[in-house]
């Protein structure tokens, strides 16, 4: 199911067919030193990742991550959208791709849109989103959204602090 196009990308629904995608970019070393381990070994664990994260989320708020997909080859090359979690007031951005496409633009170009989708379909005045402190790419990302920087905050999962960056009213 088609969420989101872009000039370059569509963003869809996660499916069973992109475990393999979700085993290779949750294992990638920058997004677990970035985002953290989400302990997914094997194609059955990446599966269960999708199937209880992002799809459950879909089913129970209407938002979730997405599966970001080239348009021109229908290659799955990470994931871009909205989840919510405790800790966090409001809906947050999130983003992470395949390492051998970033620095490409696919990260602006998914989260503009998906903060555009958020204010005119989903209706919603504020997004949050949080980022390592040392993730300077995409705290770069989140002001040249309009982001602003709130303050440092300590999320359970979490053993070092995190950036919580907020955007009002988003464009």
């Not at 994260?53 to 021109?72: D, V």
């Not at 007031?89 to 503009?112: N, Q």
Request: overall charge neutral.
């Amino acid at each position: 199911m088609v969420i989101l196009e872009t000039e370059r990308l569509m963003l869809r629904l996660l499916t069973k067919n992109d475990q393999k995608m979700i085993l290779t970019l949750l294992n990638e070393p920058t997004f677990i030193k970035n985002i953290g381990d989400k302990n997914v070994r094997n194609l059955a664990d990446a599966w269960h990742y999708i199937s209880s994260g992002p799809l459950a989320m879909h089913n129970s708020l209407g938002f979730c991550l997405y599966c970001c997909e080239l348009k021109q080859s229908g290659e799955p090359i990470g994931i871009s959208g909205l989840i919510k979690r405790e800790g966090i007031t409001y809906p947050e951005i999130g983003f992470a791709f395949l390492d051998k496409h970033c620095r490409k633009g696919y990260g602006f170009e998914s989260a503009s849109a998906v903060v555009n989708y958020a204010k005119t379909v989903l209706h919603l005045n504020k997004l949050q989103a949080i980022c390592n402190p040392d993730n300077q790419a995409s705290s770069n990302l989140l002001v040249k959204l309009g982001f602003e920087f709130e303050k440092q905050i300590l999320l359970d999962i979490n053993v070092e602090k995190v950036n919580l960056y907020e955007l009002r009213n988003p464009v």
